[in-house]
């Protein structure tokens, strides 16, 4: 699997009255990526693991958890009992990120650690063998449909030699403003796994246009290093 093109479609951008029909939309995709923002470590609130309960109950597509709050000690936990597949916090955000990382697995959970655009890749180094995912926000946490921060791309060639340097094979996703359009680059720098917002469903068509993303990832698998 990790050597396709996996994308993850944000619900972010559905239609939150009509999600189990937005949900139905992306069946195609490979995660369903839920944004869960507190009001405090971004200036936005989303959702609560009721939330996370209502995707498991309407979709048969894994939860790829989002967590952008400023207590995932606490709380990444909780949302793995909710079901989270996959539940990632940010490095930012964490105090103890190794028990955060092995209560997320005891709970059953992948655990990943987010970095933003402002957080060096070094930060990984303590911990990347115990990661099921690397998350690189290319945009600033916190909202939708924000441009591309170019200099990800190297960010996301870092993350993949600290990893290859150290034998581990975790998901490389990337986070803001992907698309068809960078999404050959992005999986060349060696991300495996892209999130589309906007991108996905700001059009009428969501599953060509995660078929597009990934025909254009694809691209870039050929390109990679
Ligand atoms: C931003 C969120 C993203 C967002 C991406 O804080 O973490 O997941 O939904 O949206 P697009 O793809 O529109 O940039
Ligand atoms: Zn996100």
């Not at 926000?137 to 150290?166: C, D, H, T, W, Y």
């Amino acid at each position: 699997m990790l050597n396709d093109v996996m994308i993850a479609p944000s619900i972010l951008s559905a239609d939150i009255a009509n999600l189990a029909k937005d949900l139905e939309a992306i069946a195609t995709a490979d995660y369903v990526h839920v944004d869960v923002m507190d009001g405090h470590f971004v200036p936005n609130l989303t959702f609560g693991t009721n939330v996370v309960k209502a995707v498991k109950a309407s979709t048969d597509v894994p939860a790829d958890v989002h967590l952008m709050i400023s207590n995932p000690d606490e709380m990444a936990v909780e949302y793995a009992k909710a079901g989270a597949d996959l539940v990632s916090f940010h490095v930012e955000a964490a105090t103890h990120a190794h028990r955060i990382v092995s209560a997320s697995h005891d709970a059953g959970a992948k655990a990943g650690m987010v970095i933003n655009p402002a957080t060096p890749v070094s930060s990984l180094e303590a911990i990347i063998e115990d990661l099921d995912l690397v998350l690189v926000m290319s945009v600033n946490p916190g909202f939708g449909g924000q441009k591309f921060i170019p200099g990800s791309l190297r960010k996301v060639a870092q993350v993949a030699a600290l990893a290859a340097e150290r034998g581990v094979n975790p998901i490389i996703e990337v986070d803001g403003g992907c698309s068809a359009a960078n999404a050959a680059d992005l999986i060349a720098a060696g991300a495996t796994m892209l999130v589309a917002g906007s991108a996905v469903y700001g059009k009428e068509d969501r599953a060509a246009a995660i078929a597009e993303i990934r025909a254009a990832g694809r691209e870039g698998l050929t390109k990679r290093a």
